[in-house]
């Protein structure tokens, strides 16, 4: 069965940080291309890091410098990184295959406001 599970959004002031977990399902993760999404409300939704099977990282422009996408094999498990967040950061941040993209998730809540 493929699932994805996000966790670890929440509430945070600008510039604090916080850390995305995503648990896989071993079949979707083991796509050449995992990545990390996100929606903002009344936006579309869009990819803000991929990371290759072989830890191969890209990171959009928005995000570059700031945030660092990372994965963990042996535990079907990807991560996200978050530092100095901005409001416009604030969004539901979602996993996915970015190469075989599967069922979405519920994603998690991330909110940059003082």
């Known amino acids: 069965q493929v699932q994805l599970v996000e966790s670890g959004g929440g509430l945070v002031q600008p510039g604090g940080s916080l850390r995305l977990s995503c648990a896989a399902s071993?079949?979707?993760?083991?796509?050449?291309?995992m990545g990390w999404y996100r929606q903002a409300p009344g936006k579309q939704r869009e990819l803000v890091a991929s990371?290759?099977?072989?830890?191969?990282?890209n990171h959009a422009d928005s995000v570059k410098g700031r945030f660092t996408i990372s994965r963990d094999n042996a535990k079907n498990t990807m991560y996200l990184q978050m530092n100095s967040l901005k409001p416009e950061d604030t969004a539901v941040y979602y996993c996915n295959s970015v190469t075989a993209t599967a069922a979405w998730g519920q994603g998690t809540q991330v909110t940059v406001s003082s």
């Open positions: 071993r079949s979707i993760f083991n796509s050449f291309i």
């Open positions: 990371i290759t099977r072989s830890g191969i990282a």
